[in-house]
């Protein structure tokens, strides 16, 4: 195998289904070695480095999390405010210096193409850890692997995703791992976060079948899962826009009654009032056990980069 040696993982569209499920055996296989053992020796004098110019928190622990397991070590840049970031220097100065301490970085920053910046000066793999509204694709992965446990199967699924189709990098990444499934989806969003045209396009152009719609129920109750998003506060440059529209999408308890069927909720967290913690107990709602997935997906990833998968 070995296919991710060296290489960057930067967007959604680079895998193929073949490398997609390399990648999801790859991280099944680590969850049940640590099963047997706390933590493996694979990853045994590697660094990662950890980039990060936005708030975090499952992305950067389960990264950390999932080197430390391998056996690896983890660097971290702390805040932006205690780093030379804050003396001005440039993403690829920063980029350029941790290379000469690393084997590997994790970078997640506000401008939407930052991590193929970072890519063309670093000579180590670069993983894109969200670039601004552009993508996220490790969540992408540790998405359609609980899909695929959740569910059982990757094919033949409808999937609702609800809330902030504009600037929500996770939905743009995931869309593109799921084309390659021949997923429907519906995109339920407010006018005013709707899905870029450019993906939308994009998708029906590859024979998807897309239905936007603003009617959660009706394309809850046409589908096999609901992936809840976040509405992107730190997006909106007028924030009385934002309070507007924060509280039109919401899963709870009346939802689900009315619902009158069994469906699988996803979420990439943080959430803030779209699924009310009362949703918690019910038994679709995945989305704690999709972030433990996230430590096995990052395993596999960062064993492949490292060429030891
Ligand atoms: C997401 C992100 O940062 O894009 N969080 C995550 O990585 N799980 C989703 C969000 O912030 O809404």
């Given at each position: 195998?070995?296919s991710?040696?060296g290489?960057?993982?930067?967007?959604?569209?680079?895998f193929s289904?073949?490398?997609?499920d390399?990648?999801?055996k790859?991280?099944?296989?680590?969850?049940?070695?640590?099963k047997?053992k706390?933590?493996?020796?694979?990853?045994r004098?590697?660094?990662?480095?950890t980039l990060?110019?936005?708030p975090?928190?499952?992305t950067?622990?389960s990264?950390?999390?999932?080197?430390?397991?391998?056996?690896?070590g983890v660097?971290?840049?702390?805040?932006?405010?205690?780093?030379?970031v804050?003396?001005g220097e440039?993403?690829?100065?920063?980029?350029?210096t941790?290379?000469?301490?690393?084997?590997?970085?994790?970078?997640?920053h506000?401008?939407t193409?930052?991590?193929?910046?970072?890519a063309d000066?670093?000579?180590?793999?670069?993983?894109?850890?969200?670039?601004?509204t552009?993508?996220?694709?490790t969540?992408a992965?540790?998405d359609?692997?609980?899909?695929?446990?959740?569910?059982g199967?990757?094919?033949n699924?409808?999937i609702?995703?609800?809330?902030?189709l504009?600037?929500?990098?996770t939905?743009h990444?995931?869309?593109?791992?799921l084309?390659?499934f021949?997923?429907?989806?519906?995109?339920?969003s407010?006018?005013?976060l709707?899905?870029p045209?450019?993906?939308t396009?994009?998708?029906?152009g590859?024979g998807?079948?897309?239905?936007e719609t603003?009617?959660m129920?009706?394309?809850?109750?046409?589908?096999?899962?609901l992936?809840?998003?976040?509405?992107?506060?730190e997006?909106?440059e007028?924030?009385?826009?934002?309070?507007?529209?924060?509280?039109?999408?919401?899963?709870?308890?009346d939802f689900?009654g009315?619902l009158?069927?069994k469906?699988?909720?996803?979420?990439?967290?943080?959430?803030?009032?779209?699924?009310?913690p009362?949703v918690?107990?019910?038994?679709?709602?995945?989305?704690f056990r999709?972030v433990?997935?996230?430590v096995?997906i990052?395993?596999?990833?960062?064993?492949?980069?490292l060429?030891?998968?």
């Amino acid at each position: 195998m070995g296919s991710l040696k060296g290489k960057d993982i930067l967007h959604g569209n680079q895998f193929s289904r073949k490398e997609i499920d390399v990648i999801l055996k790859i991280a099944s296989d680590f969850k049940k070695e640590l099963k047997k053992k706390d933590s493996l020796t694979l990853l045994r004098g590697k660094i990662l480095a950890t980039l990060f110019y936005e708030p975090s928190t499952r992305t950067r622990l389960s990264f950390e999390a999932a080197m430390q397991r391998l056996g690896g070590g983890v660097i971290g840049m702390g805040s932006v405010e205690s780093s030379s970031v804050a003396k001005g220097e440039t993403l690829a100065d920063t980029v350029q210096t941790v290379c000469q301490y690393a084997d590997a970085i994790v970078i997640r920053h506000p401008r939407t193409g930052s991590a193929k910046e970072a890519a063309d000066v670093a000579p180590i793999p670069v993983i894109n850890a969200g670039d601004g509204t552009g993508q996220h694709p490790t969540q992408a992965l540790l998405d359609i692997y609980t899909i695929k446990k959740e569910i059982g199967s990757l094919k033949n699924l409808t999937i609702a995703m609800v809330g902030d189709l504009k600037n929500g990098r996770t939905v743009h990444a995931l869309v593109e791992l799921l084309s390659l499934f021949q997923t429907r989806l519906y995109f339920v969003s407010p006018g005013a976060l709707r899905m870029p045209e450019a993906i939308t396009a994009n998708l029906k152009g590859k024979g998807i079948d897309v239905v936007e719609t603003e009617d959660m129920m009706k394309a809850a109750s046409e589908s096999d899962l609901l992936y809840m998003t976040r509405i992107q506060k730190e997006r909106f440059e007028d924030l009385s826009e934002y309070e507007r529209i924060k509280g039109y999408y919401i899963i709870d308890g009346d939802f689900l009654g009315k619902l009158k069927k069994k469906i699988t909720i996803l979420h990439p967290l943080p959430r803030v009032n779209e699924i009310s913690p009362e949703v918690d107990s019910y038994p679709g709602a995945a989305y704690f056990r999709q972030v433990r997935n996230g430590v096995f997906i990052r395993m596999a990833l960062l064993a492949m980069v490292l060429g030891k998968r």
